[in-house]
């Protein structure tokens, strides 16, 4: 299992660094256009869980606009989201920024996908065992339903992966990654721009 983590490792570094070299090109045109389209920041970063429970901060293009209401409060994430963000969203542009965190040791290439600060709090024991590696820029909830997914079964496949991680696991949630990302596959959770907010097990 050593072995197998220290080659993972190794290839996410590899993947990530020679990802941001060849796609280059594709990130500075995207970084032009949402200046264009979005203004500035270009990027959107935050606070998230990674394993062990740490927090570090994930990086992502923007794919929202920055206004708020009379009160000065942002308003609602589907008032903010551009078509040109959706695009980002949907092609899953906006999450290629993310090589930088797997550069850095922070994430993987396939992990449970990191989730919000917030939400530490409110794992059962079962759960917060997600955390036991390094989170994922895809990972076998993605593969599965990605934002449809209800947080018990999202949770569910987070542990299994955790328990049955293998290389070839990676290497196929990989491919399969490909195939939603061409057919634009659970982008978002019936009424909600992603998904519903995660309040406990209770």
């Not at 000065?72 to 040109?84: A, I, K, W």
């Not at 449970?112 to 759960?127: A, G, I, N, T, W």
Request: charged letters at 30%.
């Amino acid at each position: 299992m050593k072995l197998q983590l220290l080659i993972k490792r190794i290839t996410d570094i590899v993947c990530s660094g020679l990802g941001l070299i060849i796609l280059s090109p594709m990130l500075i045109i995207t970084a032009i256009l949402i200046r264009i389209k979005l203004g500035s920041p270009i990027f959107f970063t935050q606070d998230r869980v990674g394993k062990d429970g740490k927090i570090f901060r994930m990086i992502k293009f923007r794919t929202m606009l920055d206004t708020n209401d009379k009160w000065g409060e942002p308003l609602p994430d589907e008032e903010r989201l551009t078509p040109f963000g959706k695009l980002l969203r949907s092609t899953s542009i906006d999450e290629l920024p993310e090589l930088v965190n797997v550069l850095k040791g922070d994430m993987s290439l396939v992990g449970p996908r990191p989730l919000l600060v917030e939400y530490k709090e409110l794992y059962s024991e079962e759960q917060f065992r997600r955390h036991e590696v390094r989170p994922g820029i895809t990972g076998w909830a993605q593969i599965n339903g990605r934002n449809t997914v209800a947080w018990d079964d999202r949770f569910k496949m987070d542990v299994d992966y955790v328990d049955s991680y293998s290389l070839l696991l990676d290497i196929k949630i990989l491919f399969m990654t490909v195939g939603k990302v061409v057919k634009r596959d659970g982008i978002s959770q019936e009424g909600h721009v992603t998904m519903e907010k995660f309040n406990g097990n209770n």
